[in-house]
Nanobody, 117 residues
Framework: QVHLVESGGGLVQEGGSLRLSCAAS????????WGWYRQAPGKQRELVAL???????TYADSVKGRGTISADLAENRLYLLLNNLKPEDTANYYC???????????WGQGTQVTVSS
């Protein structure tokens, strides 16, 4: 099992940037995928960005060109840099990892991002 803890959220003005961090509770090996999701009030949780075990990256159309996902396996951390933030980026951002060992999804508790216009 692995526990994930997100950090880096907060209140930011439109056009600003944030770097979200997801820390895993133990050394991460053999990842199927590791990614960021977000959920705004009244909306379904949606994928923001994902990196697979072979390094392939996927971004939601809404953050393409503004978001960068990166993983530091030595530090057991996943990052999401979001630039040019918009009010519609306001949501609770969750980190999720799927391990090859059991193909289970492990979720963090989320970090709130609020973008003011």
């Amino acid at each position: 099992q692995v526990h994930l803890v997100e950090s880096g959220g907060g209140l930011v003005q439109e056009g600003g940037s944030l770097r979200l961090s997801c820390a895993a509770s133990r050394q991460i090996f053999r990842v199927s995928n590791w990614g960021w999701y977000r959920q705004a009030p009244g909306k379904q949780r949606e994928l923001v960005a994902l990196v697979t075990g072979d390094g392939s990256k996927t971004y939601a159309d809404s953050v393409k060109g503004r978001g960068t996902i990166s993983a530091d396996l030595a530090e057991n951390r996943l990052y999401l840099l979001l630039n040019n933030l918009k009010p519609e980026d306001t949501a609770n951002y969750y980190c999720k990892i799927r391990l090859l060992r059991d193909l289970r999804d492990y979720w963090g508790q989320g970090t709130q991002v609020t973008v003011s216009s």
